[in-house]
């Protein structure tokens, strides 16, 4: 038990549906990030919170929407996805000032 | 080039085994690194900081190149439960600190 909790752990879904990721820390952290991790690909950078304030989007297509309505949850809206959008999609957390970040488990994300 | 570059492996090493892992980074503003390791199918973990002086960790011995730009991971006495993947991670210290990570290198330990 990393103190970051994600759900669901895995979700199939069509490229119409619209799903959402949730992702909740309980470790007092002010930062938090979204990964994409694809198969044979290294983890990369989607978003990234501080102070629910959005610091980075790393060029990601809108069709991934994150909201975070305090420094305590994440999530990530998905909404017609494509298929080479299928991977585990991790939430992070952190405290400014310190160097370790907490993973949660992770979605295994499967667009059919 | 990749920012960070590591050998996918998967290197096969017996029980005991002494096991080198090196790492690559391009940029050389980079001013944080790490290993973290990832079992199969679950989230990666901090193993270790890697410091300019060179850091020890039990059986785990992290280097830093500044100049070369490489990071290495030594791990000593491999047990089975080594077997993972580890993640070399290099850092720009922007505020929230970006992190880039590394493909990984897959450590498969035997009996």
């Known amino acids: 038990e990393t103190g970051v909790t994600q759900t669901p752990r895995h979700l199939v879904m069509g490229m119409t549906n619209k799903k959402s990721l949730k992702c909740e820390q309980h470790l007092g952290h002010n930062a938090m990030y979204w990964y994409k991790q694809s198969a044979k690909k290294p983890l990369e950078l989607m978003f990234v919170y501080n102070f629910k304030e959005q610091t980075e989007n790393n060029s990601v297509p809108s069709r991934f929407s994150p909201e975070c309505p305090n420094s305590s949850h994440l999530f990530l809206h998905l909404h017609t996805l494509q298929p080479e959008d299928s991977a585990l999609y991790l939430c992070?957390?952190?405290?400014?000032?310190?160097?370790?970040?907490?993973f949660g488990s992770g979605t295994q994300l499967s667009v059919l | 080039r990749k920012e960070v570059e590591q050998d996918p492996g998967p290197f096969n090493v017996p029980e005991g085994a002494t096991v080198a892992f090196n790492c690559t980074y391009s940029?050389?503003?980079?001013?944080?690194f790490f290993w973290y390791r990832q079992d199969c199918r679950k989230e990666p973990k901090l193993l270790m900081s890697v410091y300019s002086s060179g850091n020890e960790d039990g059986r785990f011995t992290a280097q830093l190149n500044r100049a070369s730009q490489y990071i290495s991971l030594l791990i000593r006495d491999s047990k089975l439960s080594d077997s993972a993947t580890y993640l070399c991670v290099v850092g720009m210290n922007t505020g929230f600190q970006k992190l880039v990570f590394g493909t990984g290198t897959r450590l498969l330990v035997s009996p």
């Open positions: 940029n050389s503003a980079s001013q944080s």
């Open positions: 992070a957390s952190k405290d400014r000032g310190h160097e370790k970040l907490f």
